[in-house]
């Protein structure tokens, strides 16, 4: 009998591991989460399938969420707005690891390598920076004030702004001790900042004050260059109901495109002289300019009350091509990474749309709880995201 | 008794069922394939591991290969060079579909939404267009001649060329019945052709004559136009030991970077103007050109008889910045997504070397037979590859 009894418990086992079996034994190219800024939680999706095929919960204040991955795709890294940094295991569907680094926190970034994670925070300011596997602290890296404009660089290297002291700096973390370098003071009130694709130049918005600043990060000895000296906001402009996201800076056909601060316009600057080419007049403050991979089309979403819409603008052109009305609140945009499709969140119609690119049609629509940002796993294999 | 026995047998199966799922549970974003050209086979490597972790037989004549991913990474589609194409399970190390599609082949593209997979072929000729899924032929193209330059363009679209009748054409089979247009005649004859990374430029090169065709892929009609009306092979230069790929032409710092044919020299043309800005005089025939993400620097192999070294050549200067030897027959190099390290294929030391970019420092080696082309999953993200 004792035998019998042996034997079932072990005849039990198989099922709960084949049902897990079925789950985890996928590939991780298509898989994403989406972060759901009222719950705390993010919705695993299935980009081939249209699908949501899991939650994960208990991730913190998710009012104010990143994340970024693995290289080989089988983590997310979630920056919560209460410091909590929480590690997913996206096979799995678990949280596996998490920790309480800061009291208020604004983003991070992995190392090119994959094997550090780096946390820019508010409160109380600096970078921590972790092992990816463990979330063991292993570097402290205080700022005197809070940290904004994370970025990875080749390199185990990181680079980022502080907004009290108008400072960038670079930090190195490939040898024993990290080897943080001042670059220099790159304005007043920094509010954002981010890396271009091929991680040559780091461009930081200012707040108050006028211009963009740029940093060669090739150059052997890096320093802050002023331009665009009539960019940003001033007290004449219309009120900011957000500001916008630097992440969200296009880079294409040799220009940069910025949403202008305050205004319902986009800038256009060219990528080598750093001199504007041209202005579109949009429907709202921009807050989002992505561009769509493989495509001369920039997707451009808008601050609050006006943010129901989305419109295409073509960067040869400089001209509004398409204005869709996807659904109330849309608050961020994903595409796929050779541009067939883009989901986009409607945080207050509770649901993801996903468009065809080139038809504008709705391919789909996936019920998600009051959703933000979106991140498709293709991420881990850009550099600076 | 008996049910003892019955309790018996399903505790069996789990140990089965859990050794398999050892392998198949893990996440894809790290993986690859290395070509090995002697044997019809291919290793299957880990990136992260710096491993081989399997091999895969079975895959015709694999002298010359290429390869593409479906969008979610779990599939490869390997075109030998014999008219083969084959589907892999990168999950499960197993081919899963396998056809002999035409007599001999030239390589192949998965459409932008990985529903179709299209093969270029030489004998008899034309394109072919198959199911992802099923590798039934869902589209067969004539071409009045040899198909060379086969790329996906956004919106289940492919370009391709064709080296007798020096004719290139678009076909979209984004509807019920395939639309093939004729976009002109781009020189006598044509070897080679490339899309450029935002899928904005088809760059053809031409045998014979001097001069490269481009054509402008996001115009309403796109049509050929020559320049560099220097470059290329005519009698006085040195013999062709092998023509340079173009897939190798690398694209950066607004340049793009050609293999001078028949000289030990690389071009530097101006990605807007099309014109020629600079030469750089290397160690011998360039074959592959390719940009390392996130920096200036782009790496060089050989042709036959001077493939023991690579050189890394800087974009911003044109100037040599590192030679190395690798090994012997260095075929061709991969770059981790975010250019940490470098994987090189020596073919006659049977043998992968995995080198970090920053230090030049070898991280690996890893034995194989007869390497030749390195691919790794990320390249499921990338459009035109």
Excluded at 76 to 82: G, I, L, P, Q
Excluded at 270 to 287: A, I, K, M, S, Y
Aim: charged content about 20%.
């Amino acid at each position: 009998m004792k035998r019998l009894l042996a034997a079932t418990a072990l005849a039990l086992l198989p099922f709960a591991a084949l049902a897990m079996d079925a789950d985890q034994s996928r590939a991780t190219g298509d898989m994403g989460l989406v972060i759901e800024r009222a719950t705390g939680s993010a919705l695993v999706i299935d980009r081939s399938e249209h699908a949501a095929i899991g939650r994960i919960e208990g991730l913190g204040d998710t009012s104010h969420a990143s994340m970024t991955y693995s290289p080989d795709e089988r983590f997310a890294y979630v920056f919560a707005r209460d410091g909590g940094l929480t590690k997913i295991d996206m096979l799995t569907q678990k949280v596996v690891a998490r920790t309480m680094q800061a009291g208020n926190s604004i983003g991070g970034a992995i190392s090119d390598d994959g094997k550090l994670v780096a946390v820019s925070n508010y409160t109380p300011g600096g970078v921590k920076v972790f092992d990816a596997d463990t979330l063991d602290l292993v570097a402290d890296i205080p700022a005197g004030g809070k940290t904004i404009g994370l970025a990875d660089l080749p390199g185990r290297r990181f680079v980022w702004t502080v907004w009290d002291t108008g400072h960038a700096f670079m930090g190195d973390f490939s040898g024993e001790t990290p080897v943080v370098t001042d670059l220099g003071e790159v304005g007043e009130n920094p509010f954002d900042a981010v890396v271009t694709d091929d991680a040559h130049t780091y461009l930081i918005g200012l707040f108050g004050e006028k211009g963009v600043t740029s940093i060669d990060l090739w150059s052997e000895h890096p320093k802050p260059v002023k331009f665009l000296k009539d960019y940003g906001k001033l007290e004449d402009d219309m009120p900011v109901y957000k500001m916008p996201h630097l992440q969200g800076w296009a880079f294409t056909e040799g220009q940069f495109v910025l949403p202008a601060v305050g205004r319902h316009e986009l800038l256009w600057v060219n990528r080598e002289t750093l001199e504007e080419v041209g202005r579109t007049q949009v429907h709202g403050q921009p807050v989002f300019v992505i561009a769509q991979p493989a495509s001369p089309y920039v997707w451009v979403n808008f601050a609050t009350p006006l943010n129901g819409v989305v419109q295409v603008v073509d960067s040869r052109t400089h001209e509004v091509v398409k204005t869709l009305e996807p659904g109330k609140a849309i608050l961020h945009m994903e595409f796929a990474p050779r541009g067939a499709e883009v989901w986009m969140s409607s945080r207050d119609d509770n649901k993801i749309i996903v468009y065809d690119t080139r038809t504008f049609a709705v391919k789909a629509e996936i019920p998600a709880q009051s959703p933000s940002g979106i991140f498709f796993t293709a991420r881990a294999h850009q550099p600076g995201l």
